[in-house]
């Protein structure tokens, strides 16, 4: 069986919320996931996980200077070498260019992301449920299997 485990930087809640619903969506749908945080990360569901999604909030000024916020744990989440991948950001306003660093960060730790998407804060379930079906549409058509170049990169979600 496939399985998926998220993981999620989050300060206030928000991005814990999405994470949830996005481990419950995925289970529904026949994906074995489970939501943990960077501050406590589920090793061994992590090491048996198809598909790491790592999810954090987006911290700047607003309308400039926007990065993944926890960074430092983020840059330090355990190497997943060979994993596929896919990042998803929380936000207010404007999340810049939150969504391309959080893949980069993801990918230096050896995740081979396949996609992502951007949750604004107070349009959660329309969000969440947009990328989860992306994700599903990407791994039947193969997105675990195959290099992520071969299947196709999944588009981020403007939202
Ligand atoms: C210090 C700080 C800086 C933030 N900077 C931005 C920003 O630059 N752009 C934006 O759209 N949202 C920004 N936000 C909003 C958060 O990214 C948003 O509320 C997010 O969903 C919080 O996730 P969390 O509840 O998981 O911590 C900021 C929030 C805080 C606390």
Same mark, same amino acid.
């Given at each position: 069986?496939?399985?998926?485990?998220?993981?999620?930087?989050?300060?206030?809640?928000?991005?814990?919320?999405?994470?949830?619903? =996005? +481990?419950?969506?995925?289970?529904?749908?026949?994906?074995?996931?489970?939501?943990?945080?960077? #501050?406590?990360?589920?090793?061994?569901?992590?090491?048996?996980?198809?598909?790491? =999604?790592?999810?954090?909030?987006?911290?700047?000024?607003?309308?400039?200077?926007? #990065?993944?916020?926890?960074?430092?744990?983020?840059?330090?989440?355990?190497? =997943?070498?060979?994993?596929?991948?896919?990042?998803?950001?929380?936000?207010?306003? /404007? #999340?810049?260019?939150?969504? $391309? #660093?959080?893949?980069?960060?993801?990918?230096?730790?050896?995740?081979?992301?396949?996609?992502? +998407?951007?949750?604004?804060?107070?349009?959660?379930? $329309?969000?969440? +449920? /947009?990328?989860?079906?992306?994700?599903?549409?990407? =791994?039947?058509?193969?997105?675990?299997?195959?290099?992520?170049?071969?299947?196709?990169?999944?588009?981020?979600?403007?939202?």
């Amino acid at each position: 069986m496939t399985s998926a485990i998220v993981i999620y930087e989050s300060m206030t809640g928000n991005t814990r919320k999405a994470g949830e619903m =996005i +481990a419950d969506q995925l289970t529904a749908a026949g994906i074995d996931t489970v939501a943990c945080s960077t #501050k406590e990360i589920l090793l061994q569901q992590l090491s048996e996980a198809d598909l790491v =999604i790592v999810g954090s909030w987006t911290d700047g000024l607003f309308l400039f200077g926007q #990065k993944p916020g926890g960074i430092v744990r983020l840059a330090n989440l355990p190497v =997943i070498d060979g994993k596929k991948a896919a990042v998803y950001c929380t936000y207010a306003l /404007d #999340k810049g260019k939150t969504l $391309e #660093k959080l893949s980069n960060v993801v990918a230096r730790r050896g995740g081979d992301v396949i996609g992502g +998407a951007s949750i604004r804060r107070d349009r959660m379930d $329309e969000s969440v +449920a /947009d990328f989860v079906d992306r994700l599903l549409g990407a =791994i039947d058509s193969g997105a675990l299997e195959a290099p992520a170049e071969a299947a196709g990169e999944l588009e981020s979600a403007n939202s």
